[in-house]
Structures are given as structure tokens and as C-alpha cells.
């Protein structure tokens, strides 16, 4: 039995656990199927997240017990906030150097090393006695939110384009709701020391071990359980999988499959790309200056760094902003509609709506991608769901702070709660198309833009204090100003809006037909003498042919070296002339039955 979770159904909930995925050409599964563990997809799968949700539960295990930690060590209240800042802003720096080290050594591995990492200066934690041991421990443990780079990264080598929206968004909110799970349970594991007879001063510093014990038998499992790629074996036929996986082996990579070696042949590197330093410090940075990564840092700080920034602000919002209209503040009654404990606990469902929440913008990409059958189309899809998830919720954040009715201010909370998780989601969903090869350096260079943006909507508050609705309704505009940035997205040649050809009618302005086929921006066409047939070039390297009364695609002309600047046609219109950035015209017959290019 299968229970459809997508709205192409290639995500479901099916109790035949046994039966194997669909594959592609590459051996990454085309869906998934959330209650298997079958080795290879789904294990990594599920390793991924649950590498993820260990973090998250080692990451927020101080803030989740700072009042207790104050109260024994006389840590200031200022000492504890530089230190929740410390702790989110490190993270930034890690998951930069993490990116890289996953696109070369592999998910895996790096998981394990991160959670493994990680849990020291946790432990250590317990041996603080001030504010600066505070602040330097928490420096050290934000590399266990560096944990979020391989959990992308794995789920990106695992899937295919068409649910890997889903497959990101899914595992990185089940990660996700570690922090609200750390909020809920660590205090009770300190309740439960104190209720032995653990002396408080003792019993914080035990709880923090559980955590960290979480992380490193996680760690543990990923390392010897987890595979780093979809595998081939060798003696099967071509295009068949087996089973004969061994995550341990020697590996080589061919025609993207991981083909398993013998133990004794010299090791590979999960990752084909180059072992040059130098290369890879050069292409690191050339990321780091590419406009769509800053535009994709800048929208997953609109989304993620919305969703940091609310955590940690919106229990104290709820409390002090709506009060009862009939009731007189005063020394003993506050007139709030909501005490301290349940305006937590409405703040901690922020985070746990990252069950399902966030997987609805990869869902929902992977849908609009679905509705396509060119890659540019299918990336347009994915980047039009993306504009008006921001779009949305910048509209619902800002309308969120002008309201002080604690209704109506439920309902919006519950929106723009969905919202922003879900474009955390539909992020990741462009992310694996940025750069190909370099998925893990793109995912931290965004996942940092997160942290970034935590940070300063952070600062942005801490200026409102008098009036914490104007940040809020800084925020919105800010996120709102987000949307447009999609229009200024290219992902492999592919804008917004670039990827379609269109015809219109010059004395009326009304738009005849769109012909759809290029994968990459459409840099020029002509029409023949006749007015019959177009001809188009494009940054995909081919130049395609079109009969304009049907709208259909003649022919396509291929073997460009380089992009396609120019196309014209002959007087007689047989013979079509091409343009490349490769310093070159060719002169190509137009009629079907001809050859090749002329000269």
C-alpha cells in the first residue's frame, strides 16, 4: 500500500519496505518511500536527517538549560546573549570550511567528524565557571550546526532532480526539529537528575553529556552504515543495481556511479574533483563570488534566518505585546493573555512545524519542476514556486506587526510559521543546480547565509526593543524586497525568465505563442524572408529551428563549441549564419534532409 505525500506521488508513505526504488541513469532514486531503510537511498536518507536532529540537539543544549547554568555560576544575562550569538555566529565560519571537506572526502564521513568534533567542547561545557569559559565553549560548539552541510549534501548525491527538493527539504526539517525537541526534553533529563539527588550544580553538567553521548553514537552509525553515493557492481550488467555495496572500499567513479573496488587497489576519493589546493581554494572563491550563491545566501536568510531570529523572540513577544483591552496594568497583574509557559510553548511549535512544513516547499518545487518537460522550464518552475513563497510571506510578517488583536495574530503566525519554513525548503531545492560538482561548498556558502541573517534580523530587535513590531515589520519588508531577487537568479544559464521564445503580434502587442526547448538563456532569432520559420540561438550551444503557424519545433542544430550570440538567415533563406562566443561563424543549411555546417 502506498500513501501519497507528493502531489506527483513519487514521495509516499508505503509499508512494502522490500520493494526497491526507481532508479535513473545515475542510480539516484526517482522517489522516496518514507518508511524504508533499505540500503542504499533510504538508509542515507534517514542517516542524513537523524546526523542532522543530533546536532541540532547538541547545538541548542546550553540555551535549552541557561537558567540553571546562570543561576549556578553567576554568568550575567549579557554574558549568556554574547553567548547565544557566539554560538549561532561560528557556525557561519564552519559550515564555510565544512562545504568544501564534504565535496571531497563525502557525506559520510564528514557527518561523522562533525558530530564526533562536536560533542568535546559540549562536554567540556560542564567545566565552565564563567562567562568567557561560557562564551568560548559555545564558540567551539556551533560546529555541530555545521552537521546541516552534509545532510544536504548527502540527500542531493542520493536523488534524483525530481524529488530532490523533497528529499533536501524533508530530512532538513526532521533535523530541524531537534531544536524544539531539545527545548522539550533537556530540562526534563535535568529535572530528573535533581529528583536523584544531583545537586543542580552537578546535575546541568551531567544532562549536557546525554547530547553529547546522542552525537557520537549518531556519528557511529552514519560512519558504519551510511553510503556515501548511489553503487554499481562491477560484475553486474550494465545499468542493473545489486546490492554489493561496501562503503569501505576503494572506489572509482563512472558515469556517475560509485563502481566498487577491491580493498587492495589504491583509494579514491568519493568526490571526482581535482586534488589541487590551490584549484580548490580558487574555485571556493570563485563561489563565493558567484551572484546566484549570494542571491541564494541572501533568500535562505530571508527564510532560515527568519525562522532563528523568531525562535528566539517570539515566546517574549506573545507575552508583553497583547494584553487584555478590559485590564489595567499594574504591580500585580500584568493583564497578558498569555502566561510565560504558553507563550514558550506556542514559540517552540515554530520549530517543530518543520515536520512537515518545510518538505511542503520542496514539494511543492519538485511539483512545479514536474510541470515541464525542458530543464529550463523545470528550473523556471522551481524559481517562480520560490518568488511567491517569499512574496507571500513577506506580505504575512509584515501584516503580522501591525496587528495587537491575539486572535487574528494566531492565525497569521500559524501562515507565515508554514511560510517561511516552506522557502527554507524550495532554497535547497535550487541549490543542488547551482554548481554540480560543487554541491557541498554551495550548500554551506547558502546554509551560511542562514546564520548571517539570524544574526542581523537579531541586531534588527535588539534596536527595536521599545517596539518589537517594528522589527517585525522590518523583517517583512526585507523579505518581501527578497522576492524581486529572483528575477536577478541564473542557474546554469537559465534566468527567470530567459528560457522561453516568444511571438507576438507588433500592431496589437498580444502575445501569439511561446515556443519552449532551449535549456539556457535565448540570446537571439530570426525570422526567414518567408516569415515562416524562426531561428533561435541560446547559451545552451544549439541553434533550433521553429515553424511559426504551428509553433513546433523543426530542427536542432548542434555542435557549437560555445554559446550561441547571433543567428541570421539567407536572403533565400536557406542557409542560416551563427555567431559563438568561441570567436566563430558558421554557416549552416536550414532545409531538414541537408548535412551538417556548410563551413
Same mark, same amino acid.
Given at each position: 500500500?502506498?500513501?501519497?505525500?507528493?502531489?506527483?506521488?513519487?514521495?509516499?508513505?508505503?509499508?512494502?519496505v522490500?520493494?526497491?526504488?526507481e532508479?535513473?541513469?545515475e542510480?539516484?532514486?526517482?522517489?522516496?518511500?518514507?518508511?524504508s531503510?533499505?540500503?542504499?537511498?533510504?538508509?542515507?536518507?534517514?542517516?542524513?536527517?537523524?546526523?542532522?536532529?543530533?546536532?541540532?540537539?547538541?547545538?541548542?543544549?546550553?540555551?535549552?538549560?541557561?537558567s540553571?547554568?546562570?543561576?549556578?555560576?553567576?554568568?550575567?544575562?549579557?554574558?549568556?546573549?554574547?553567548?547565544?550569538?557566539?554560538?549561532?555566529?561560528?557556525?557561519?565560519?564552519?559550515?564555510?570550511?565544512?562545504?568544501?571537506?564534504?565535496?571531497?572526502?563525502?557525506?559520510?564521513?564528514?557527518?561523522?567528524l562533525?558530530?564526533?568534533?562536536?560533542?568535546?567542547?559540549?562536554?567540556?561545557?560542564?567545566?565552565v565557571?564563567?562567562?568567557?569559559?561560557?562564551?568560548?565553549?559555545?564558540?567551539?560548539?556551533?560546529?555541530?550546526?555545521?552537521?546541516?552541510?552534509?545532510?544536504?549534501?548527502?540527500?542531493?548525491?542520493?536523488?534524483?532532480?525530481?524529488?530532490?527538493g523533497?528529499a533536501n527539504?524533508?530530512?532538513?526539517?526532521?533535523?530541524?526539529?531537534?531544536?524544539?525537541?531539545?527545548?522539550?526534553v533537556?530540562?526534563?533529563?535535568?529535572?530528573?537528575?535533581?529528583?536523584?539527588?544531583?545537586?543542580?550544580?552537578n546535575?546541568?553538567?551531567?544532562?549536557?553529556?546525554?547530547?553529547?553521548?546522542?552525537?557520537?553514537?549518531?556519528?557511529?552509525?552514519?560512519?558504519m552504515?551510511?553510503?556515501?553515493?548511489?553503487?554499481?557492481?562491477?560484475?553486474?550488467?550494465?545499468?542493473?543495481?545489486?546490492?554489493?555495496?561496501e562503503?569501505?572500499?576503494?572506489?572509482?567513479?563512472?558515469?556517475g556511479?560509485?563502481?566498487?573496488?577491491d580493498?587492495?587497489?589504491?583509494?579514491?576519493?568519493?568526490?571526482?574533483?581535482?586534488?589541487?589546493?590551490?584549484?580548490?581554494?580558487?574555485?571556493?572563491?570563485?563561489?563565493?563570488?558567484?551572484?546566484?550563491?549570494?542571491?541564494?545566501?541572501?533568500?535562505y536568510?530571508?527564510?532560515?534566518?527568519?525562522?532563528?531570529?523568531?525562535d528566539?523572540?517570539?515566546?517574549t513577544?506573545?507575552?508583553?505585546?497583547?494584553?487584555?483591552?478590559?485590564?489595567?496594568?499594574?504591580?500585580?497583574?500584568?493583564?497578558?493573555?498569555?502566561?510565560?509557559?504558553?507563550?514558550?510553548?506556542?514559540?517552540?511549535t515554530?520549530g517543530?512545524?518543520?515536520?512537515?512544513?518545510?518538505?511542503?516547499?520542496?514539494?511543492?518545487s519538485?511539483?512545479?519542476?514536474?510541470?515541464?518537460?525542458?530543464?529550463?522550464g523545470?528550473?523556471g518552475?522551481?524559481?517562480?514556486?520560490?518568488m511567491?513563497?517569499?512574496?507571500?510571506?513577506?506580505?504575512?510578517?509584515?501584516?503580522?506587526?501591525?496587528?495587537?488583536?491575539?486572535?487574528?495574530?494566531?492565525?497569521?503566525?500559524?501562515?507565515?510559521?508554514?511560510?517561511?519554513?516552506?522557502?527554507?525548503?524550495?532554497?535547497?531545492?535550487?541549490?543542488?543546480?547551482?554548481?554540480?560538482h560543487?554541491?557541498?561548498?554551495?550548500?554551506g556558502?547558502?546554509?551560511?547565509?542562514?546564520?548571517?541573517?539570524?544574526?542581523?534580523f537579531n541586531?534588527?530587535?535588539?534596536?527595536?526593543?521599545?517596539?518589537?513590531?517594528?522589527?517585525?515589520?522590518?523583517?517583512?519588508?526585507?523579505?518581501?524586497?527578497?522576492?524581486?531577487s529572483?528575477?536577478?537568479?541564473?542557474?546554469?544559464?537559465?534566468?527567470?525568465?530567459?528560457?522561453?521564445?516568444?511571438?507576438w503580434?507588433?500592431t496589437?502587442g498580444?502575445?501569439?505563442?511561446?515556443?519552449?526547448?532551449?535549456?539556457?538563456? =535565448?540570446?537571439s532569432? /530570426? %525570422?526567414?524572408? *518567408?516569415?515562416? !520559420?524562426?531561428?533561435? $540561438? #541560446?547559451?545552451?550551444? &544549439? +541553434?533550433? @529551428?521553429?515553424?511559426?503557424?504551428?509553433?513546433?519545433?523543426?530542427?536542432?542544430?548542434?555542435?557549437?563549441?560555445?554559446? =550561441?550570440?547571433?543567428? /541570421? %538567415?539567407?536572403? *533565400?533563406?536557406? !542557409?542560416?549564419a551563427? $555567431? #559563438?562566443?568561441?570567436? &566563430? +561563424?558558421? @554557416?549552416?543549411?536550414?532545409?531538414?534532409?541537408?548535412?551538417?555546417?556548410?563551413?
Open positions: 500500500m502506498r500513501i501519497p505525500v507528493s502531489i506527483a506521488k513519487n514521495v509516499y508513505i508505503g509499508t512494502n522490500r520493494v526497491p526504488l532508479l535513473d541513469d542510480g539516484k532514486a526517482k522517489e522516496i518511500n518514507l518508511l531503510s533499505r540500503r542504499v537511498h533510504m538508509r542515507a536518507f534517514h542517516l542524513s536527517w537523524l546526523g542532522f536532529f543530533a546536532a541540532f540537539t547538541g547545538w541548542f543544549a546550553i540555551t535549552a538549560l541557561i540553571s547554568i546562570k543561576m549556578d555560576t553567576g554568568i550575567t544575562d549579557a554574558q549568556a546573549s554574547t553567548s547565544d550569538v557566539t554560538n549561532v555566529a561560528s557556525t557561519v565560519i564552519f559550515r564555510f570550511f565544512v562545504g568544501p571537506l564534504v565535496d571531497h572526502f563525502g557525506a559520510r564521513r564528514v557527518m561523522a562533525v558530530l564526533g568534533l562536536g560533542a568535546i567542547p559540549l562536554v567540556l561545557a560542564g567545566l565557571s564563567s562567562g568567557t569559559g561560557l562564551i568560548v565553549a559555545r564558540f567551539f560548539v556551533g560546529l555541530l550546526g555545521a552537521a546541516f552541510v552534509p545532510c544536504q549534501y548527502w540527500t542531493q548525491r542520493m536523488f534524483a532532480d525530481s524529488v530532490v523533497s527539504a524533508i530530512a532538513a526539517g526532521w533535523g530541524n526539529m531537534g531544536a524544539g525537541f531539545t527545548y522539550l533537556m530540562p526534563q533529563f535535568f529535572n530528573m537528575f535533581t529528583a536523584a539527588g544531583v545537586s543542580s550544580h546535575a546541568w553538567r551531567a544532562t549536557l553529556a546525554i547530547p553529547a553521548t546522542f552525537c557520537v553514537v549518531v556519528g557511529i552509525l552514519c560512519l552504515f551510511g553510503d556515501d553515493m548511489p553503487a554499481r557492481d562491477e560484475n553486474t550488467a550494465d545499468g542493473e543495481q545489486s546490492l554489493a555495496y562503503p569501505r572500499a576503494s572506489t572509482t567513479i563512472e558515469k556511479f560509485v563502481v566498487v573496488a580493498k587492495a587497489e589504491t583509494a579514491s576519493s568519493v568526490s571526482s574533483q581535482p586534488k589541487s589546493r590551490g584549484a580548490g581554494v580558487l574555485q571556493f572563491l570563485r563561489l563565493v563570488g558567484n551572484p546566484s550563491v549570494l542571491i541564494l545566501m541572501f533568500m536568510a530571508c527564510s532560515f534566518g527568519v525562522e532563528l531570529s523568531v528566539s523572540k517570539l515566546g513577544y506573545l507575552t508583553n505585546h497583547f494584553k487584555r483591552p478590559d485590564c489595567v496594568v499594574s504591580a500585580t497583574q500584568s493583564c497578558t493573555y498569555l502566561s510565560q509557559s504558553t507563550a514558550g510553548l506556542l514559540g517552540s515554530f517543530l512545524m518543520n515536520l512537515f512544513s518545510r518538505a511542503a516547499g520542496g514539494v511543492l519538485d511539483w512545479a519542476a514536474s510541470r515541464h518537460t525542458s530543464p529550463s523545470s528550473l518552475g522551481r524559481m517562480l514556486v520560490q511567491v513563497l517569499l512574496l507571500a510571506n513577506g506580505v504575512a510578517l509584515v501584516a503580522f506587526s501591525f496587528i495587537n488583536d491575539i486572535r487574528p495574530a494566531i492565525a497569521v503566525l500559524i501562515l507565515f510559521s508554514l511560510l517561511t519554513e516552506a522557502t527554507c525548503g524550495s532554497t535547497y531545492a535550487l541549490v543542488p543546480f547551482v554548481d554540480p560543487r554541491r557541498g561548498t554551495v550548500s556558502l547558502v546554509g551560511a547565509g542562514g546564520n548571517i541573517g539570524g544574526a542581523i541586531v534588527i530587535f535588539a534596536a527595536c526593543a521599545a517596539n518589537p513590531s517594528t522589527g517585525f515589520l522590518i523583517m517583512g519588508s526585507v523579505v518581501f524586497a527578497s522576492s524581486i529572483v528575477l536577478m537568479l541564473k542557474i546554469q544559464g537559465v534566468w527567470a525568465w530567459s528560457a522561453f521564445s516568444s511571438l503580434d507588433v496589437t498580444r502575445l501569439l505563442r511561446t515556443l519552449k526547448a532551449h535549456s539556457g538563456w =535565448v540570446n532569432v /530570426a %525570422f526567414s524572408s *518567408d516569415s515562416r !520559420t524562426v531561428v533561435s $540561438g #541560446s547559451e545552451d550551444k &544549439t +541553434i533550433k @529551428l521553429w515553424e511559426v503557424a504551428a509553433g513546433m519545433l523543426v530542427r536542432t542544430l548542434e555542435g557549437n563549441s560555445s554559446v =550561441v550570440h547571433s543567428v /541570421a %538567415f539567407s536572403s *533565400d533563406g536557406g !542557409t542560416v551563427s $555567431g #559563438s562566443r568561441n570567436c &566563430t +561563424i558558421r @554557416l549552416r543549411a536550414a532545409a531538414a534532409d541537408s548535412g551538417g555546417a556548410l563551413r
